[in-house]
């Protein structure tokens, strides 16, 4: 299979995103799911509206990721194909460093947010099991919209993410946008007025009723962490040699 990053482009999104439909085939995803599932518990962080694995460790208390290389589930084939596309291209390790995996079950999201300054502003989401949709805020409208039940106003922008597929979401989408997943059981008021990269879903009948029944979805988000310490300091970095 070929890729094009420059066809996926979300044309609303001003070149800050792209979406590829099956961008792995049904027996990449299906062993994709049986790696995620069968690593030990202690694993999974429990969180009260997800849980989460981090691969290959979480970042220390400075944004700090100690050098370990990924297992060869998270890079074969998945960052042999960002390579084909050029999608790290221009970050500073030209590679990803750090993978997230979270799991929703239905119901289950995540509060719009920004990933930070811990990271180069690129993520590439690889999505798992199910379809689910993405909200994005503008920073600003978000905090005025708010209301004092804690509400988030209304998305600016609403990604349709397929299972199997590829998002990438870069520069001012990066660093100017909130992202969240609702909580929710279904996904609902989808159609080619609300969902910016409707053109490019690889099937839209599912969707054309408007609305989806969300089942357990996984989500593998790839990002380059700017500080890495190597392995040869890891001692110093901990305090352990001066
Ligand atoms: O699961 C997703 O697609 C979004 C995950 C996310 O926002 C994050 O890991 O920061």
New binding site residues.
Partial sequence: MSYDLDAARIAPLSGDAFYISDFISEDEEALLMQKVQSVPLPRWTHLSHRRLQTWPSALTKSNTLLSSPLPSWLTNPIIHRFKELGVFANAPHTTPNHV?V?EYQPGQG?MP?E?GAAYYPLVA?VSLGAPIV?DIYEKDSHQLDAGADDSHGKPRFRIL?ERRSLLVMRGKLYTDFL?G?AESTRDEDLGPHSICNWDLLGEKAPYEGGWVVRETRT?L?YRDVLKVAKMGNTLKFLGGAK
């Fill in positions: 997230l979270n995540i947010h990933d989401t993405l993410q992202h997943i989500s988000t």
